[in-house]
């Protein structure tokens, strides 16, 4: 209840500072940019340590902020989902993004970066919601010979203007590739554009530098001291900074909420070159452990926001859409369970909720965090035929009995950990404990509540099709750029992790 009278007191508050401002314009919401990473780790920023030379920008946003330690993605890759070329499906028609939502209230939306919710053309994000578009609907893997699979196309709204490795070359032998310079000037000019126009605007800037290959331009290459993962870094905090600068150059700072975090924990394996660091976490993308799922996360809203604020609440990814829809003055829809809960309380007055994070892979509960105590149901890194291989989520990070290469289940007796003492994941509570088993009854009755109000949707990942990847996107024509596709051969996709 306290929660809602505070989002209530606070759309109050919106409506009596835009009915101040009177003659000198009408009631506006304000802008909204959400900042997400790619496969950058909790531990990337030096806000969580040492003030860092390498994240210089992040970390001013987070003093001037509030920094959410305990924050985590609903899912450990590529969140929501990860879809490659062949995958049939993608987001349904029946679902409602923040975009489409926030049209009610007057908001011009753009997507800068990847998408990753389906290629083909009745899953593009102009169709959900989004008015503009610059960017691609896969990650930047390649390149490819085009024939056996072709190159990834970036977007310009509805049609093609070029595939990464062509028209936008990334070198994998030195990592040099302009893309995010390129990101970030279509960012700083959607910001111009809608400031002048006087529209609310949503930006979700979704840049995937930091996946391998990383990338970075020239002038951010060679100067970090973590390597080309670093420069990647490094490139990425700047245009931040030069992000944050326009807001306060074009005096509309006050008046827009920005949210900076990634969409998963940093990928080891491709460590160390090309992956990041999740701090003293265990394990990272992939994985349901800490390092997996708990992610960097700063707001920032100068004169809103207190500066340089902590704030301790758990807090999930699928919360920014209900905290955005609330810094509408928007309802979330009722006809269906959302997930996320807004920040505002704990964001604007400081407060605290009781609620739990659930951790899955794919479709099943792995384990659930409810206050300091994370109780695992399931243990699984990848499988012993790949960790042969030498594909390894957690290296250096052996923890007997919780690192497995085998699917281990717990469900009936969960292995527990107190995040506060051993945030590491490595010394599970003695099951004969008073501590454990006060833990587990709290965790048991929410779990079970959890899974007695879930509806199962609709699978959008389990038919693959090589006949469905980028041949021929829209715009390709324009090019001359469309591919022949292969003969359409429908089967079921194989999922190894």
Wanted: hydrophobic share 35%; aromatic share 10%.
């Amino acid at each position: 209840m306290a929660a809602v009278t505070a989002v209530t007191r606070w759309r109050l508050l919106l409506v009596l500072s835009a009915a101040a401002l009177g003659a000198a314009g009408a009631p506006q919401p304000p802008n909204i940019l959400l900042l997400l990473m790619d496969d950058m780790g909790w531990g990337d920023l030096g806000v969580y340590g040492e003030p860092s030379r390498e994240t210089p920008n992040l970390d001013r946003m987070a003093a001037e902020g509030m920094l959410f330690p305990n924050f985590y993605t609903a899912n450990p890759l590529c969140s929501p989902s990860y879809t490659p070329q062949e995958i049939v499906g993608g987001i349904p028609d029946s679902e409602r993004l923040l975009p489409e939502l926030l049209k009610e209230a007057g908001y011009v939306s753009k997507i800068v970066g990847k998408w990753h919710l389906g290629h083909r053309p009745q899953f593009h994000p102009l169709k959900h919601g989004f008015d503009e578009w610059f960017g691609s609907p896969n990650c930047h893997f390649g390149p490819y010979d085009n024939r056996a699979r072709p190159n990834i196309p970036v977007y310009r709204d509805w049609e093609m203007v070029g595939r990464y490795y062509e028209e936008f070359p990334i070198n994998l032998k030195t990592g040099e590739a302009n893309l995010t310079q390129i990101y970030l000037q279509e960012a700083l000019d959607f910001i111009r554009r809608q400031q002048a126009a006087r529209r609310p605007f949503f930006l979700y800037w979704a840049v995937d530098a930091t996946h391998a290959p990383v990338y970075a331009s020239k002038p951010f290459l060679g100067t970090s001291q973590r390597g080309r993962y670093g420069d990647a870094v490094r490139e990425i905090d700047d245009s931040v900074g030069k992000i944050l600068h326009s807001l306060q150059d074009l005096g509309i700072a006050e008046s827009t909420f920005v949210f900076f975090t990634s969409d998963n924990g940093a990928a080891l394996i491709s460590a160390p070159k090309q992956g990041g660091s999740n701090g003293p976490f265990l394990c990272g993308k992939q994985t349901t452990f800490e390092g997996g799922m708990r992610e960097p996360a700063v707001a920032w809203w100068p004169g809103r926001i207190p500066a340089g604020q902590v704030s301790h609440q758990l807090g999930s990814i699928m919360d920014l859409f209900t905290t955005s829809l609330s810094l509408a003055g928007l309802e979330p829809p009722r006809d269906r369970a959302i997930d996320g809960l807004s920040l505002l309380p704990a964001m604007l007055q400081g407060q605290l909720m009781d609620r739990p994070i659930f951790y899955y892979r794919g479709n099943t509960l792995m384990a659930v965090t409810l206050g300091q105590y994370k109780a695992h149901f399931w243990t699984w890194t990848n499988s012993w035929e790949e960790f042969r291989q030498g594909i390894d989520f957690c290296p250096g990070q052996n923890v007997s009995g919780v690192t497995t290469h085998t699917q281990e289940e717990h469900t009936r007796l969960p292995l527990i950990f107190h995040l506060g003492r051993d945030p590491g994941e490595r010394f599970p509570l003695s099951f004969a404990s008073t501590e454990y088993l006060d833990a587990l009854r709290r965790i048991t009755p929410v779990v079970r509540q959890h899974q007695e109000a879930l509806i199962p949707g609709q699978p959008q990942l389990n038919v693959c099709n090589q006949a469905v990847m980028n041949w021929a996107p829209p715009g390709c024509e324009k090019l001359g750029k469309c591919l022949t596709p292969p003969e359409s051969v429908p089967e079921k996709c194989s999922w190894p992790h």
